[in-house]
């Protein structure tokens, strides 16, 4: 029960400290921190809670990560269902924790930082090139991940190298498609916001869990090469 524990805290932080600070804080008249604020955000939340929480469930923080790494073989396979429960109610409970505080001045919640294409892309991308963008970025993720938690790898670095990759996929996608790779961060706003993000949601569900598994399998071809 700790590491399911520790799976729902981590992603509640990263739901309130990556989309609280783009619904809070991007745009803040004079001062907003813009996309390379919503860009950092989401690593650090990743950074701090792999420094401080990793050591007990690995900070996996994302259904997709949990699945790539057990493609992989780094996961068992009777965790699996138990962490992506935990981690899809930990964001419903960060972006709960998110919306009152959003519409404590008298707003409404809007689009609320949710993943779209089309119309509700930041830069109109169409679903193709949201497919692909989630895809790519999320396997991407993976073999960071994979790679630098490795027993060959250099010790202590995981967690850096992990936030920061995960810092570089927002700049690189936060035109796109709002940047998910993470289908609990996608289901937690989408409910907040219905409608078209409800039914765009399959999108950011099944690409980022695609790429990962790729990723899980790409993976185990390097290890067999040693």
Known sequence: MKKYLAEFIGTFWLVLGGCGSAVLAAGFPGVGIGLLGVSLAFGLTVVTIAYSLGHISGAHLNPAVSVGLWVGGRFSAQELI????SQILGAITGALVLSIIATGNGSILGDFAANGYGDHSPGKYNMEAALLTEFVMTFVFLLVILGSTDKKASPGFAGLAIGLALTLIHLVSIPVTNTSVNPARSIS???????WAISQLWVFVVAPVAGAAVAGIVYKVFSTQD
Not at 82 to 85: A, R, T, V
Not at 189 to 195: D, E, R
């Open 189 to 195: 706003q989408a409910l907040f916001v219905g409608g």
């Open 82 to 85: 138990p962490y992506i429960i």
